[in-house]
């Protein structure tokens, strides 16, 4: 059963009660990783944990759009995108989801060039959680998923490669 979470605008992620971050850097520009972002079919392809994506809605991109998230085959979130800048950044709030324990769910990908084709991207998750789930990330659960989330950037890096090399 899905529930409604309270939404959020970007700048909440500045003062999230816990936050998941990670960052990698890529041979590659801002356009491609944004493009890649954008493809919201190809997420099961590079995030593990991500099972189908589906786009909801009329609109099909920018601040305003939806998507539905499948996650292991036992969970989904619905998500609104909140941010929408081509080359630069990327987020959505979570406003229904069938994981309990959140109050809060809030994504931010931020996407800067560092050098000719290269480029550092930042993947950060902002929660607020339920006391129980609070405790339980505070006891380890962030830092699993600090380390999923980072292995989802490392896949990225690659299934942009491959794109890439057509």
């Keep these: 059963m899905a529930k409604k979470l309270r939404t959020r605008p970007p700048d909440w992620m500045d003062n999230a009660p816990v936050k ?3 960052a990698r850097e ?6 491609e990783v944004f493009e890649a972002l954008c493809d919201h079919e190809s997420w099961p ?3 593990e944990a ?3 994506v589906e786009r909801l809605g009329d609109q099909r991109e920018g601040v305003g759009s939806r998507r ?4 292991n085959k036992r969970f989904s979130v619905d998500e609104e995108f ?3 800048e081509p080359g630069k950044a990327w987020g959505f709030t979570v406003y229904e989801a069938s994981i309990g324990g959140l109050r809060t769910l809030n994504e931010l990908v931020q996407i800067q060039a560092i050098a000719d084709d290269r480029t550092r991207i930042t993947y950060t998750m902002g929660f607020d959680p339920s006391p129980v789930l609070g405790v339980l990330m505070k006891v380890g659960a962030k830092a699993v998923m600090r380390k999923k989330l980072g292995t989802a950037l490392d896949n990225l890096g690659i299934h ?3 794109k890439r090399r057509g």
């Design 20 to 22: 998941v971050s990670a």
């Design 26 to 31: 890529f041979a590659t520009t801002p356009d």
């Design 45 to 47: 392809e590079w995030f």
């Design 50 to 52: 991500i099972e189908r």
């Design 68 to 71: 539905r998230v499948h996650i």
């Design 82 to 84: 909140n941010v929408w």
């Design 160 to 162: 942009i490669a491959e």
